[in-house]
């Protein structure tokens, strides 16, 4: 059975969609309804979750798992971006090569970004085809078309990650996706894609010279798998037996390509050639083994090998003598590569439904914003220039008191059309109304002034702490800065800021108006009779009600009125203009991979709206011609009728009636405007409000997660070291005794016993008895402590780590000990400190005799402190060990 290897999957950590993305939505989405993707959202949570359970079966529905979450992820990656920025949900994925062991680099990473999460979905994909390839059964015909078909997508998808990784991440990666990584993975799948095309063909008992060229590429796929698997900056990461493993099957494959050209030499009567390829084919597989060790898998191909070179050496001995050429001179193989990269392709799953489907992408949302902003700006100018005509044509009529000056011969009665105009007043709401909408309106400002004063404040908080902890620790402080992730939702606060100013401003002129017209809107607001009270009597003459200027006044007014109504035609189907824009654009983000809105909108638009604005243009050119007419059949008129004071006061109020009334309607029409923008703008806000708030719940989590990080690698950096011990302490230099410590010394082994005759060898490792002793000296001698039971030999002693110095090395015996140096007559072993007179003249052998110490009992341990040493804080009832020889120049502490 062949062996392959395969790549470790990468684990990640369990995350909540949900929240985030429905928040989203609602937010972006104004059309939407949150409500309509619960389930939805709640499939792409188990979907992710499944996917991280489904890992680790090395099974092709595993795959299809995977396979459905990626093209999750691509579908809705222009709908809903998961973004530092926008929707933030942070993925936290290891290294898949990470086992405990030290390798510098992080060997986890989170970032809160879709890409990231896609590159490490790759990843795994292709790790999992590489574990399904790899447990097919290299015997069957179907098992081997699916190893290769795995090992050559899992070699396209590493050789596309090697070419986007460090572009979707932004920043130093793991190991496991450093460009270098992923490139050599890549290498080693084809290798073992080609592997399988090679194991297929000797099973299907193909050509010799075919499987010679599949198993020379194969060795050649291996040897740039091997190159690239030893560069310096990854060397480290691979499991232990891969290096060997793949360069084993390099050499192998190569062995295997020479065997098969051998047969094809045979074949050709060559029996020269094919006695060199096999003796090459045998020196590849030896080489092979060595290099495999354990992991060798082509012993069955080293015997075959083997037997063929024996056989051949034994034919060309016996029968042909042909000479054998050098390796170097035989004719190349050849090559034949049939595993090739097949590339990833979006969907990976057939039976890929997208969840959020009803979503149109972002930038076609985008474009659709912008072309309703086109459109009602072209509308609402449109609308504009009509209310503007039809104001100023009011306004003519009510300075010359039409059509109530037609109306109002006899000077007594009530104008039928000022009566009129209080009941369409009074039906509106009157006065009250007026004044409803008016206190309203500051308190929907109040309102959301509050809100957009909030976003503010949070977004600033956010920031301040964020600069507080960069200025404390400095380039540790690895995260993204707050002024670059809140630019957007400053500019959008700014752009409400700037909206909010204004509605100011118009509120304003509005009140205004108010004021100077509330007087006769108060007027129109009360009964016929009461109206009729407040108008001042005239007795204008009678014989004009049926005169040719009257006549022609009321065939101009009735030309008014029809004006108007197709006025009013005109500006419903400017606002009700109906475009299917969502399908134009998706047309073009998918056949240009961009939408230009601008000429795609200005197209559309201009079909629509050109007609109507010929409409507007031609209303008001009619406008122009009519008020002329009626100004000079007013003029007419008033020359014919006979003027007095009463006459006059009376024709101002009506005139003032006329304007109130049409001031009441334009005050209606804004205070309703103004009071549906302050609720519409409310939910904007609170839109803004909530997105800030996640964002700053979300940087505030990744701070506490990050300043936790921060304090454990600050508690285990370990300090600087302590400064260099004064030579009173003790300190290097120093040839004064080690200063005891404070503590407890450790429990001293049971001094020896004490040979009453001369040893020719004891525990401190004396020289032996044929040795000369050196001779004594009056002089302090140098001389390395005694050994104690269980501690190591050492070579070279330090000065000054034992009484007053000792620094010459000594030679190590055949035992592995030391010589014991000369020592005074009367020196103690056990305390140095202490003298005793001398016994006389050390043996001639070399050795040294121990008297029995005169009034000092033989004790389980070290004798007692005496008087007149220096206390020094020695523990009670012994004295400090010497320390031992590789405690050189160390303090007791």
Not at 434 to 441: C, G, V, Y
Not at 514 to 541: D, F, R, V, W
Not at 807 to 831: F, H, I, K
């Amino acid at each position: 059975m062949a062996m392959y290897l395969s790549v470790p999957l990468k684990k990640t950590y369990d995350v909540d969609f949900v929240k985030p993305l429905r928040s989203f939505i609602q937010n972006t989405f104004s059309s939407a309804e949150p409500d309509d993707y619960n389930t939805a959202l709640s499939e792409f949570n188990k979907l992710r979750n499944l996917m991280i359970t489904k890992s680790v079966d090395k099974h092709e529905s595993a795959l299809e798992v995977l396979y459905r979450y990626y093209d999750q992820l691509v579908a809705i990656e222009n709908k809903l971006p998961i973004t530092e920025n926008q929707i933030r949900v942070q993925f936290k994925w290891k290294d898949a090569f990470d086992v405990g062991s030290f390798l510098s680099g992080k060997r986890s990473l989170a970032i809160a970004s879709g890409a990231y999460e896609k590159v490490c979905m790759l990843f795994n994909i292709a790790a999992l085809q590489s574990q399904i390839a790899s447990i097919q059964n290299s015997d069957s015909d179907e098992g081997l078309k699916t190893a290769a078909k795995y090992f050559q997508q899992s070699c396209g998808i590493y050789g596309h990650l090697k070419d986007i990784v460090m572009s979707h991440v932004q920043q130093d990666p793991t190991p496991d996706l450093n460009p270098d990584t992923v490139s050599a993975l890549s290498s080693l799948m084809l290798a073992q894609g080609q592997e399988a095309f090679y194991r297929k063909a000797t099973n299907d008992k193909m050509k010799d010279a075919m499987i010679a060229k599949l198993a020379y590429q194969t060795s050649e796929l291996y040897a740039d798998a091997m190159k690239l698997m030893q560069l310096a900056s990854i060397r480290e990461l691979w499991p232990k037996d891969w290096i060997s493993t793949v360069a084993m099957k390099q050499a192998a494959f190569h062995a295997m390509a020479e065997y098969y050209q051998s047969q094809v030499s045979a074949q050709a009567k060559n029996y020269g050639e094919e006695i060199s390829r096999l003796q090459h084919a045998n020196e590849l597989l030896v080489a092979s083994q060595t290099r495999g060790g354990t992991t060798f898998g082509f012993r069955n191909e080293l015997a075959k090998v083997q037997r063929g070179l024996e056989a051949a050496r034994k034919d060309n001995d016996f029968i042909y003598h042909e000479k054998v050429p050098e390796v170097k001179n035989l004719p190349p193989i050849g090559k034949a590569a049939i595993a090739k990269p097949l590339l990833p392709t979006a969907p990976f799953s057939k039976n890929f439904q997208d969840l959020f489907g009803k979503l149109v992408p972002l930038p076609v949302h985008e474009a659709l914003i912008a072309f309703e902003n086109r459109k009602a700006l072209i509308a609402n100018t449109e609308i504009g220039r009509l209310r503007e005509a039809t104001q100023l044509m009011n306004g003519v009529l009510s300075s010359l008191n039409l059509p109530a000056a037609i109306e109002d011969l006899s000077g007594q009665s009530v104008p039928q059309s000022v009566i009129e105009k209080g009941d369409q007043l009074k039906q509106c709401g009157g006065l009250d109304y007026i004044n409803k909408l008016m206190s309203d309106l500051p308190e929907l400002l109040q309102r959301n002034r509050e809100i957009l004063d909030e976003c503010n404040r949070q977004l600033d908080d956010e920031e301040k702490s964020d600069n507080q902890l960069r200025e404390q620790f400095k380039e540790r402080w690895t995260r993204t800065k707050s002024e670059v992730l809140t630019k957007p939702m400053r500019e959008e606060g700014q752009k409400y800021g700037t909206i909010l100013n204004n509605a100011i401003q118009a509120d304003k002129i509005v009140h205004e108006k108010y004021e100077k017209h509330k007087n006769a809107i108060s007027i129109l607001s009360k009964p016929t009779a009461e109206m009729e009270k407040a108008l001042p009597s005239a007795s204008p003459g009678a014989a004009l009600q049926n005169s040719p200027v009257v006549q022609e006044l009321r065939k101009n007014m009735e030309g008014v009125e029809t004006l108007k109504a197709e006025r009013d035609v005109v500006e419903t189907e400017l606002k009700d203009a109906k475009f299917d824009m969502t399908s134009k654009f998706m047309r073009a983000l998918a056949e240009e991979g961009l939408i230009n809105e601008e000429s795609i909108s200005n197209e559309e638009l201009d079909r629509v709206f050109a007609p109507l604005r010929m409409q507007v243009s031609d209303s008001i050119h009619r406008q122009e011609t009519l008020l002329a007419l009626i100004q000079n059949a007013n003029t007419d008129f008033c020359n014919a009728k006979s003027s007095n004071q009463s006459a006059a006061s009376r024709e101002s109020m009506l005139k003032d009636l006329a304007s109130g009334f049409d001031m009441y309607m334009e005050l209606k029409g804004n205070l309703e405007e103004g009071t549906k923008f302050y609720n519409d703008l409310t939910p904007l806000l609170v839109r803004l409000q909530s997105k800030i708030s996640d964002f700053c719940f979300a940087r505030k989590t990744e701070k506490d997660e990050l300043m936790s990080d921060l304090q454990k690698q600050i508690a285990n950096t370990p300090t600087q070291a302590p400064p260099t011990t004064p030579k009173y302490q003790g300190g290097p230099g120093t040839s004064s005794a080690p200063v005891p410590a404070t503590r407890t010394a450790p429990p001293r082994p049971p001094p020896p016993t004490i040979p009453t005759s001369t040893p020719t060898s004891n525990s401190f490792n004396q020289p032996p008895s044929n040795a000369s002793a050196p001779p004594a000296s009056s002089a302090p001698p140098s001389h390395p402590p005694p050994s104690y039971p269980g501690q190591p030999p050492q070579q070279n002693y330090a000065p000054g780590s034992y009484g007053a110095g000792w620094n010459a090395p000594y030679p190590q015996q055949p035992g592995g000990g030391y010589p014991m140096p000369a020592m005074p007559a009367g020196y103690n072993s056990y305390n140095p400190y202490m003298s005793y007179p001398q016994q006389g003249p050390p043996p001639s052998q070399g050795g040294y005799s121990y008297p029995q110490q005169q009034g000092y009992p033989q004790q389980q341990g070290y004798p007692q402190q005496q008087q007149g040493y220096p206390q020094n804080n020695y523990p009670q009832g012994g004295y400090p060990a010497p320390p031992y020889p590789n405690q050189q120049n160390q303090q007791w502490r």
